[in-house]
T-cell receptor, first 113, second 113 residues
Framework: GNSVTQMEGPVTLSEEAFLTINCTYTATGYPSLFWYVQYPGEGLQLLLKATKADDKGSNKGFEATYRKETTSFHLEKGSVQVSDSAVYFCALIRNTGGFKTIFGAGTRLFVKA | EAQVTQNPRYLITVTGKKLTVTCSQNMNHEYMSWYRQDPGLGLRQIYYSMNVEVTDKGDVPEGYKVSRKEKRNFPLILESPSPNQTSLYFC????????????FGPGTRLTVT
């Protein structure tokens, strides 16, 4: 079946450190891939997306590349800030045979000043 | 302001007492969806709707009902709530499916005793 697996958190980093949050997926066909961010007490917001293989999504210094050969969509940022502290969710939407959305379990990030 | 609204934001109820959580969007979006968020499980899709009068099951539909009589509204109905439905619920909408981002409501925290 379809699934999304994220690295377990929490991830704790110092300000200006490099961030990687791993995400791998299993899906039939060619899903669209997303990263969403959830700040405390809020709903989810789209961070970035990619809709086909080798696409790179980017926003606010975050990047992720759709790697079909490794079925991965890892999130990276070169220099994190305290304000990046949040929970990050990887997600996919199948584009065939129904349009279910599958989310990963989420990875909590703490950034220390 | 473009938004997804949910009501109530917090609800404590007892087993078996029917309840409805409302969801409304003002962006003329075709696609709407309900999720539940539980620790360690991320978001799991309950039901989704691709347009008026078109609904389909997500991954965890048992114990829930939905309806989509108007484009802007997508209520979630729990006919006979049970304690295992205690969770944080999110409604989301999207212009269409596939590559479009979903806009999330602020969440409804439900406790069933």
């Amino acid at each position: 079946g379809n699934s999304v697996t994220q690295m377990e958190g929490p991830v704790t980093l110092s300000e200006e450190a490099f961030l990687t949050i791993n995400c791998t997926y299993t899906a039939t066909g060619y899903p669209s891939l997303f990263w969403y961010v959830q700040y405390p007490g809020e709903g989810l917001q789209l961070l970035l997306k990619a809709t086909k293989a080798d696409d790179k999504g980017s926003n606010k210094g975050f990047e992720a590349t759709y790697r079909k050969e490794t079925t991965s969509f890892h999130l990276e940022k070169g220099s994190v800030q305290v304000s990046d502290s949040a929970v990050y969710f990887c997600a996919l939407i199948r584009n065939t045979g129904g349009f279910k959305t599958i989310f990963g379990a989420g990875t909590r990030l703490f950034v220390k000043a | 302001e473009a938004q997804v609204t949910q009501n109530p934001r917090y609800l404590i109820t007892v087993t078996g007492k029917k309840l409805t959580v409302t969801c409304s969007q003002n962006m003329n979006h075709e696609y709407m969806s309900w999720y539940r968020q539980d620790p360690g499980l991320g978001l799991r899709q309950i039901y989704y709707s691709m347009n008026v009068e078109v609904t389909d099951k997500g991954d965890v539909p048992e114990g829930y009902k939905v309806s989509r009589k108007e484009k802007r509204n997508f209520p979630l109905i729990l006919e006979s709530p049970s304690p295992n439905q205690t969770s944080l619920y999110f409604c989301a909408s999207s212009l269409s499916l596939g590559s479009n981002e979903q806009y999330f409501g602020p969440g409804t925290r439900l406790t069933v005793t």
